[in-house]
């Protein structure tokens, strides 16, 4: 049983109640400011207090004060306002105000809370000193690069680490829409902007990024480019250093890269003029693993062994992991997994790539609700598959203690999931 402080309008409070109490909680005080809770707490402190995101209610003052005496804080935001004032204030869970209480439930009794940011006083010694950048890319014909990067961010933060996903895609970024969020401002395009002048400071990256809310894991969003036009925004020099600058803020940066390698030096005649792919060039080459989509279908895997021999002359293919997407016998025919393995290892020699089965009813639900496949469709083969492959080669490895068990972890034990990697 967990004791609450509501500090919620009067319809949200009703809403509220009755499932509360059904859940075997108890509500010690309805409060109506940010003063009144701090009287509350230093008397008789809740387990945990739950308020409207509202300059009122949601003060730094009444966060410091809770965070003294223990106390969770859960926001409800009303409008994009609210989740970013919350958000400037450093609270990460943060729910959007029409939530079900089955959202809050989850999240109170049983939800990952969200990681600290880098330079907190909460961040683990083990945690290293900056964090790892993945780069997703695949080539042309809509091989499910977003998708994949989406869903690989969404992992990463439900396994308990902070995370940004960049939107790099110089062509035209789809991870706001496919999130249902509202992408006016390109929050990566800024960011640049602040990198160019040295002014990215963490402040301004908070109010220049979006924030994916999820009792599972929530992560940090920079919004690609609206108008395809605004490519001369993203420079190599200010992609590389927004990049090195989010090693300092997150664990993870995960990128969504376009699909085009060419470095147009053949088709400018001026040297120093701006490059339309150097963004997604930069981000494969600070990228500490970059993962190779493709389409598993004819078309799309002729596509990608073409696109393939190019990768190769811009990095090394050893911190490659190759993905197909949609692996599905309607297009593949019989045994479509091995037709695939075999395929690439004839004509790519690529040995063992990863498997995504196609779910287009699962894709199709996270899509129409804006939300992740874990959020969305938690069940889904292809949301399996991909967890399976975040937790055995992106995660890095928990650490071996002296004296235990020596068992294998739950997750490392699924059929088709690949044990601890030998020391080298």
Not at 284 to 305: H, K, N, S, T, Y
Not at 346 to 357: K, M
Request: proline letters at 7%; a negative charge; charged letters at 20%.
């Amino acid at each position: 049983m967990v004791s609450l402080a509501l500090a919620v309008d009067r319809r949200t409070e009703d809403r509220f109640l009755d499932a509360i109490v059904e859940h075997g909680h108890s509500v010690v005080a309805r409060l109506a400011s940010a003063a009144d809770i701090l009287s509350l707490i230093a008397s008789r402190p809740p387990d945990v207090v739950l308020l409207g995101a509202t300059p009122d209610t949601l003060t730094a003052e009444l966060l410091a004060g809770c965070d003294a005496r223990g106390v969770r804080v859960i926001a409800l935001a009303a409008s994009d306002v609210e989740r970013r004032h919350a958000v400037q204030l450093g609270l990460h869970e943060v729910f959007d105000a029409e939530s079900d209480w089955s959202e809050i439930e989850r999240a109170i009794t049983g939800g990952i809370p969200v990681p600290s940011r880098i330079g907190d006083p909460t961040r683990t010694s083990a945690a290293p000193d900056k964090g790892t950048v993945v780069a997703v890319w695949g080539p042309s014909g809509a091989p499910g690069r977003t998708t994949l990067a989406i869903n690989i961010a969404a992992e990463i933060a439900a396994a308990g680490h902070t995370v940004v996903l960049v939107d790099a895609d110089t062509y035209g970024g789809t991870v706001a829409p496919a999130l249902g969020m509202l992408d006016e401002a390109p929050g990566f395009a800024a960011a640049c902007r602040l990198a160019g002048s040295e002014s990215l400071t963490r402040s301004e990256f908070e109010r220049v990024a979006q924030r994916y809310t999820s009792p599972h894991g929530a992560f940090w969003i920079l919004t690609g480019l609206g108008s395809p036009s605004r490519w001369p925004e993203l420079s190599s020099t200010r992609v590389t250093r927004t990049i090195q600058a989010l090693r300092e803020w997150v664990d993870f940066v995960v990128v969504d890269t376009g699909f085009s390698l060419e470095s147009d030096e053949e088709i400018s005649s001026d040297l120093f003029a701006p490059r339309r792919n150097a963004a997604t060039l930069s981000a494969l080459r600070e990228a500490d693993q970059v993962i190779a989509c493709g389409l598993a279908d004819p078309v799309g895997m002729a596509r990608f062994l073409r696109a393939w021999v190019d990768l190769g002359d811009i990095l090394t293919t050893e911190r490659v992991v190759v993905v197909m997407n949609r692996v599905r016998a309607s297009a593949i025919g019989l045994n479509p997994a091995a037709q695939v393995e075999s395929t690439l290892r004839r004509f790519g020699g690529i040995d063992a790539p990863v498997l995504v089965p196609h779910d287009q009813q699962a894709l199709d639900t996270a899509v129409l609700a804006g939300r992740t496949l874990r959020d969305a469709a938690p069940k889904s083969p292809a949301r399996i598959a991909i967890r399976r492959f975040v937790r055995s080669q992106i995660l890095p490895e928990p650490p071996m203690v002296e004296g235990g068990s020596g068992r294998i972890p739950r997750w490392l034990r699924m059929p088709g999931a690949k044990g601890p990697r030998p020391s080298p």
